[in-house]
């Protein structure tokens, strides 16, 4: 194994999380045709209660060992290093045992929860057995998020970013050869197809745990280093608070994330009934705007995630040296690839919305209408991602508090008022959901940069800058995609033609937006003039 920089961490981090998710899009067009709409339905509610006692079990452990681990190592403190690793995984074993218990005794209070007393839709008994199913994800997948967080802190990000290959490969397998023995072979029920399906997060988890435990194991004289003429004085007590310290913030950031979700959902179920529409087609809305739009907006949300992965270490490396510049300076740079590697395929997933969807799940009388909008919300979520886990390197936690927070509540607060207002206006009333959305992002924009410009000092020229540069290379591509539609539709109904359309539309969109970030050298201020020349050699050969 080798150590990555910055920007490697950054391109192979984001590689294995786009074809993660890839993947993940994949498969749900055959697995969609299995279960159908109302089987949708019920792996969306399962999922979104998962998530929610995921990250109660992991507790912020996983990035907090991320930090401690790239800290002490830059301080050659190897021994607390250990320490804290040891510390961190008795801390899960303990919680992730607890959040298995609760979620699976009280599965059906939690079902209540979401769908209330809606009639004609799924039943609390399908709902709760296919949560009891995941739940059995909280017994493996936190110490495989530990033991990540620990080769992170190193500055390893290549094992962790092939284990996540490795769990996606495995959890579809049995998602896909699962569901369609229990529902086509056997001729059983919809719900146990998606309990099925949802218990392959645990078999996929399980064997990413044991490939990084392997590479540990492997290369542990890299880890175990030791300085005999350094005294450590570091107590187990030091290390419990540093890592609370580091992982409550994470908790309240994750666990407002996660209840929000829920607590969209349910009104996003709830308001749709009262407007008017079926429960069948309330769960529909709903089910498509927190989980199967979202699984194909992961591709833009990559790029934030590789990125948080590959920063996090680089940026507590910088604080611990108290180099304020280089931490402003990463900030900067993170940013600006954001915006320059995702603006782009917002904009092209938005055009060609109703074609993507048709792909992925089939004709749809909501999907695509969503996905429209959806693409935008996911854009300004890349971008948060990439502030929160900043704020969380510099230890900036009250701003974390403060600014998810508020965005949340504005979010949910905003939530049923803009649906009705966008009901009375003749329009889809869950546009109001996906308005909301953008509104509480642009809160937690507002107070996370203007408090970060107060405390540290930290300039934005860079990022206006790209976002300038970034305006022209982007309406280009929407012109040329514009023009095309005049001669070639983009409004199909069959999965073949949609997959043509989307390959065409993507190729011609893509290479124009590529060729004007480089020729206007976009590309090489933003990603580095090395890595650009290195891509086009190999791409000559």
Same mark, same amino acid.
């Given at each position: 194994?080798?150590?990555?920089?910055?920007?490697?961490?950054?391109?192979?981090?984001?590689?294995? %999380?786009?074809? @993660?998710? %890839? =993947?993940?899009?994949?498969?749900?067009?055959?697995?969609?045709?299995?279960?159908?709409?109302?089987?949708?339905?019920?792996?969306?509610?399962?999922?979104?209660?998962?998530?929610?006692?995921?990250?109660?079990?992991?507790?912020?452990?996983?990035?907090?060992?991320?930090? /401690?681990?790239?800290?002490?190592?830059?301080?050659?403190?190897?021994?607390?290093?250990?320490?804290?690793?040891?510390?961190?995984?008795?801390?899960?074993?303990?919680?992730? @045992?607890?959040?298995?218990?609760? =979620? #699976?005794?009280? !599965?059906?209070?939690?079902?209540?929860?979401?769908?209330?007393?809606?009639?004609?839709?799924?039943?609390?008994?399908?709902?709760?057995?296919?949560? +009891?199913?995941?739940?059995?994800?909280?017994?493996?997948?936190?110490?495989?998020?530990?033991?990540?967080?620990?080769?992170?802190?190193?500055?390893?990000?290549?094992? &962790?970013?092939?284990?996540?290959?490795?769990?996606?490969?495995?959890?579809?397998?049995?998602?896909?050869?699962?569901?369609?023995?229990?529902?086509?072979?056997?001729?059983?029920?919809?719900?146990?197809?998606?309990?099925?399906?949802?218990?392959?997060?645990?078999?996929?988890?399980? !064997?990413?745990?044991?490939?990084?435990?392997?590479?540990?194991?492997?290369?542990?004289?890299?880890?175990?280093?030791?300085?005999?003429?350094?005294?450590?004085?570091?107590?187990?007590?030091?290390?419990?608070?540093?890592?609370?310290?580091?992982?409550?913030?994470?908790? /309240?950031?994750?666990?407002?994330?996660?209840?929000?979700?829920?607590?969209?959902?349910?009104?996003?179920? +709830?308001?749709?009934?009262?407007?008017?529409?079926?429960?069948?087609?309330?769960?529909?809305?709903?089910?498509?705007?927190?989980?199967?739009?979202?699984? %194909?907006?992961?591709?833009?949300? !990559?790029?934030?995630?590789?990125?948080?992965?590959? =920063?996090?270490?680089?940026?507590?490396?910088?604080?611990?040296?108290?180099?304020?510049?280089?931490?402003?300076?990463?900030?900067?740079?993170?940013?600006? %690839?954001?915006?320059?590697?995702?603006?782009?395929?917002?904009?092209?997933? &938005?055009?060609?919305?109703?074609?993507?969807?048709?792909?992925?799940?089939?004709?749809?009388?909501?999907?695509?209408?969503?996905? +429209?909008?959806?693409? #935008?919300?996911?854009?300004?979520?890349?971008?948060?991602?990439?502030?929160?886990?900043?704020?969380?390197?510099?230890?900036?936690?009250?701003?974390?508090?403060?600014?998810?927070?508020?965005?949340?509540?504005?979010?949910?607060?905003?939530?049923?008022?803009?649906?009705?207002?966008?009901?009375?206006?003749?329009?889809?009333?869950?546009?109001?959901?996906?308005?909301?959305?953008?509104?509480?992002?642009? @809160?937690?924009?507002?107070?996370?940069?203007?408090?970060?410009?107060?405390?540290?000092?930290?300039?934005?020229?860079?990022?206006?800058?790209?976002?300038?540069?970034?305006?022209?290379?982007?309406?280009?591509?929407?012109?040329?995609?514009?023009?095309?539609?005049?001669?070639?539709?983009? &409004?199909?109904?069959?999965?073949?033609?949609?997959?043509?359309?989307?390959?065409?539309?993507?190729?011609?969109?893509?290479?124009?937006?590529?060729?004007?970030?480089?020729?206007?050298?976009?590309?090489?201020?933003? =990603?580095?003039?090395?890595?650009?020349?290195?891509?086009?050699?190999?791409?000559?050969?």
């Amino acid at each position: 194994m080798k150590k990555n920089s910055f920007v490697e961490g950054t391109f192979i981090a984001t590689f294995a %999380i786009i074809l @993660v998710k %890839i =993947l993940g899009v994949l498969y749900v067009i055959p697995f969609y045709k299995i279960i159908g709409e109302d089987g949708g339905s019920l792996y969306s509610y399962a999922y979104n209660v998962y998530s929610l006692f995921l990250n109660i079990s992991t507790a912020g452990i996983p990035i907090a060992i991320s930090k /401690i681990i790239s800290e002490y190592n830059t301080l050659e403190m190897y021994e607390a290093k250990e320490k804290s690793y040891k510390i961190g995984r008795n801390f899960i074993l303990i919680i992730s @045992v607890i959040a298995f218990f609760l =979620l #699976f005794v009280f !599965a059906e209070e939690f079902a209540s929860l979401i769908i209330g007393e809606i009639q004609g839709g799924n039943t609390l008994k399908d709902v709760g057995f296919v949560i +009891r199913c995941v739940s059995f994800c909280l017994l493996i997948v936190p110490f495989l998020s530990v033991s990540k967080g620990y080769l992170q802190g190193h500055e390893y990000i290549t094992p &962790s970013s092939v284990s996540q290959v490795i769990e996606q490969i495995i959890r579809i397998a049995v998602i896909l050869m699962g569901s369609y023995t229990v529902v086509e072979v056997l001729g059983k029920s919809v719900s146990l197809g998606v309990g099925i399906a949802v218990f392959g997060a645990f078999v996929g988890g399980l !064997a990413a745990f044991l490939y990084i435990k392997y590479k540990i194991y492997k290369n542990k004289d890299k880890f175990k280093k030791e300085d005999k003429n350094k005294k450590e004085t570091v107590t187990n007590k030091e290390i419990i608070k540093k890592i609370a310290t580091y992982a409550i913030p994470l908790i /309240i950031v994750s666990i407002a994330t996660n209840i929000y979700d829920l607590t969209d959902m349910a009104l996003v179920v +709830r308001t749709s009934y009262k407007l008017g529409f079926t429960a069948s087609e309330s769960e529909t809305i709903a089910s498509i705007i927190s989980t199967w739009s979202p699984k %194909i907006c992961m591709i833009i949300n !990559a790029v934030a995630m590789g990125m948080s992965t590959s =920063l996090i270490p680089h940026m507590v490396s910088s604080f611990a040296k108290k180099d304020m510049v280089s931490s402003n300076r990463k900030f900067n740079q993170a940013i600006n %690839i954001i915006i320059v590697c995702t603006l782009p395929l917002a904009i092209g997933l &938005s055009f060609l919305s109703n074609s993507v969807y048709t792909l992925f799940y089939g004709a749809s009388n909501y999907g695509g209408i969503i996905l +429209r909008y959806t693409a #935008f919300a996911s854009f300004f979520a890349s971008i948060y991602i990439v502030i929160s886990m900043s704020l969380q390197s510099l230890n900036k936690f009250k701003i974390v508090y403060m600014s998810t927070i508020l965005g949340f509540l504005t979010n949910a607060l905003l939530d049923m008022p803009l649906m009705y207002l966008f009901n009375k206006l003749g329009l889809h009333a869950f546009y109001g959901a996906i308005a909301a959305t953008i509104f509480g992002y642009a @809160v937690s924009y507002t107070i996370s940069l203007s408090k970060l410009k107060k405390e540290l000092n930290f300039n934005y020229k860079e990022i206006i800058k790209t976002i300038k540069r970034a305006i022209i290379p982007s309406i280009t591509m929407l012109i040329i995609l514009f023009i095309l539609s005049i001669f070639i539709s983009t &409004s199909v109904t069959s999965r073949l033609n949609a997959f043509l359309i989307c390959a065409l539309y993507g190729i011609i969109g893509g290479i124009t937006y590529l060729i004007i970030s480089y020729k206007t050298g976009l590309l090489k201020d933003v =990603l580095g003039e090395h890595y650009i020349e290195k891509i086009i050699k190999k791409i000559k050969k």
